[in-house]
């Protein structure tokens, strides 16, 4: 695959702690994993953590599929495929860095608001604006889960956690297809994920264990912090 065994080491621990976050609070793989893979091999990116993102959303699918929100992840369906042309177009009329800069800005100013301010009520429309934004901004910068998670961190851990699973569930079944067509998804990046779903299982399991704890007083507060890093790290992308 290209990498030695210390390369594939490291990038394994590094999936390992993201998927011990999102299964521990919905989000936050990406934020985690992609700068160690970047560093590793950034020819991996972004096919093989879409890839990777499967197998973490199947695990906590399977685990808290009786919270799921369903006519929630319909109509974040509904928003996520416009949001998701929209990001990529606006991938090919502007820079990655000034999109990286001006998405986690934006992040920043959903976090200060909702912290701020009464919870967001989740209905069809807030739904549906909450998947057009995680369609684009994941598409445009890799950042997509914030969106949902703002919407949802008034719920109950298990709740949330299971939605935001289903709905990147089938938002990376549609990312892959659209990585396979343009020719960005090869064999390697399918050999190369596989080679990481040891260190994804170990981390979902681990996070079976911490969810309990954080659900009980810290899940909002992570969440919130998460999401406002995720737009300091995107911010820090773009300018970079």
């Known amino acids: 695959m290209g990498l030695t065994a210390a390369q594939l080491a490291i990038a394994v621990v590094a999936v390992f702690a993201g998927a011990t976050v999102q299964g521990s609070i919905g989000f936050g793989m990406n934020l985690v994993a ?9 020819t991996a990116l972004p096919a093989t953590l879409v890839l ?12 808290e599929h009786h919270a799921i929100d369903r006519p929630g992840v319909g109509w974040i369906l509904v928003g996520r495929l416009p949001g998701t042309v929209l ?6 009329v502007a820079s990655r860095g000034a999109l990286s800069v001006l998405l986690g800005a934006s992040v920043l100013v959903a976090v200060a608001m909702t912290s701020l301010g009464r919870p967001v009520p989740i209905t069809a429309t807030t739904s549906t604006a909450a998947g057009f ?18 919407l949802y961190q008034h719920r109950d851990g298990e709740t949330m956690r299971s939605t935001l699973a289903a709905s990147f569930l ?11 067509i343009t020719g960005a998804l090869t064999w390697r990046h399918v050999r190369l994920a596989l080679a990481l779903t040891p260190g994804i299982a170990a981390g979902v399991a681990l996070s079976t ?25 995107a911010i820090l992308n773009g300018l970079l």
């Not at 990001?87 to 090919?92: E, R």
């Not at 934004?133 to 703002?150: D, E, Q, V």
């Not at 089938?170 to 396979?180: F, Q, R, V, Y």
């Open 34 to 42: 992609v700068p160690v893979v970047a560093l590793i091999d950034p």
């Open 52 to 63: 990777a993102g499967l197998p973490v959303s199947t695990l906590m699918v399977r685990r």
């Open 87 to 92: 990001g990529a177009w606006a991938v090919t």
């Open 133 to 150: 934004a995680s369609g684009t901004m994941g598409t445009a910068a890799a950042i997509g889960g914030p969106p949902l998670a703002l």
């Open 170 to 180: 089938l938002g990376t079944a549609l990312s892959i297809t659209m990585l396979a």
């Open 209 to 233: 264990r911490l969810a309990a704890t954080i659900d009980a007083t810290w899940l909002r507060p992570a969440v919130l912090a998460f999401a406002g890093l995720t737009g300091v790290v």
